[in-house]
Every structure is written in C-alpha cells, then in structure tokens.
C-alpha cells in the first residue's frame, strides 16, 4: 500500500471506485424510490384519517337524527298506548255504568213486587204469582247476563238482603257507639 501505484493498482481502484459510485447511485435510487412510497404512504393515510373524520361526522349526524326520530317515535307510541288506556278505562267505565244501571232496574223491579219480599202480604202467600215475578226478574237479568235462571236469581236477592242487612247494622251500631 505504501509506495508508487502501478498501472493494475490505478485500474483495480478506479474499478473500485467506480463501482463504489454506482453502488451509490443505486442505493440513492433505492432510497428515492423509499422516499416516495414513504411520502404516498403517508398522503394515502392522511386522506383516509380526512376520509374518516368526515364519515364519523357523518355517522353521529345520521345516528343523532335516527336516536330523534326514535324518541319520536316512542313518544308516540306511549301516546297511543295512553289514548288505548283511556279507551279501555272508558270502556270498563261505561260497562260498570251499565251493570249499575241494569243492577238499579233490577232492584226497582223487584221492589215492584211485593210478594217477593213483604211477608207480611197475602201475596207473598201465593206461589204462582211469585214465580211469574221470579220469570220476570229472570229475564230482565238475561238482558246483561245471558245464563240466568230462577236459582241464581234467589241466589243474587238474597246475597243482596244480606250486604244491606250487613251494612244497615254496622250504621246502627256505628250511631249506637257515637263514632
């Protein structure tokens, strides 16, 4: 190494050189090339983060819109299902109302007829008319209920004699005890 270089030295670096500069030309070129996948790489991920953002906006715009129209929606459901009750409440009412109503005529009609509830009468003595009443009040009460017969008629007066009793004694005793 030390020393003059002859002429197969001179070419063996030139060689060497030269191919040193190639090799870096290459390598250059390579790392270019790096660089500019690296550079698209990133404008391609940039624009789909962009890309992103603007569908996520998107999205929470639709779902905000579709969790309104929802709510919506469920406010009106528990509005029909409020106009349902008061339907049914109304309903209920009106058949209570009508079977208070029958339930009065009932009683009327019973109260018309003597021989079914004032012993003391001679006509409470007498069968036959006490079973044309009885067909009577039998059917008036199969205008609302459609299975009466003369036993449930005695049945329902009778439990009727006894809530009234019932209830007339616990007044009785009420006013007796002052409270």
């Known amino acids: 190494m030390f020393g003059i270089a002859d002429a197969d030295d001179v070419r063996k670096y030139d060689s060497s050189i030269n191919k040193l500069e190639n090799d870096q030309k290459d390598i250059m ?3 270019q090339g790096q660089i500019s996948i690296l550079k698209s790489t990133i404008i391609n991920f940039n624009d789909s983060v962009t890309s992103f953002d603007e569908n996520k906006k998107l999205f929470d715009a639709n779902m905000k819109e579709g969790e309104t129209k929802l709510n919506e929606k469920i406010i ?4 029909e299902d409020r106009k349902i009750n008061i339907l049914s409440f109304i309903s209920l009412i009106e058949n209570t109302i009508f079977e208070l109503d029958m339930f009065i005529k009932f009683i009327d009609l019973y109260k018309s007829y003597p021989c079914l509830w004032q012993i003391k009468s001679k006509e409470y003595h007498d069968r036959q008319l006490r079973e044309t009443a009885y067909k009577v009040l039998v059917e008036k009460l199969k205008e609302s209920e459609s299975e009466e017969t003369k036993d449930i008629v ?5 439990n009727l004699r006894s809530s009234v009793r019932k209830e007339k004694n616990k007044y009785e005793s009420s006013l007796k005890s002052g409270a």
């Open 29 to 31: 070129r390579i790392v």
């Open 154 to 158: 005695v049945k329902k007066i009778n």
């Open 76 to 79: 009106e459901i528990s509005n």
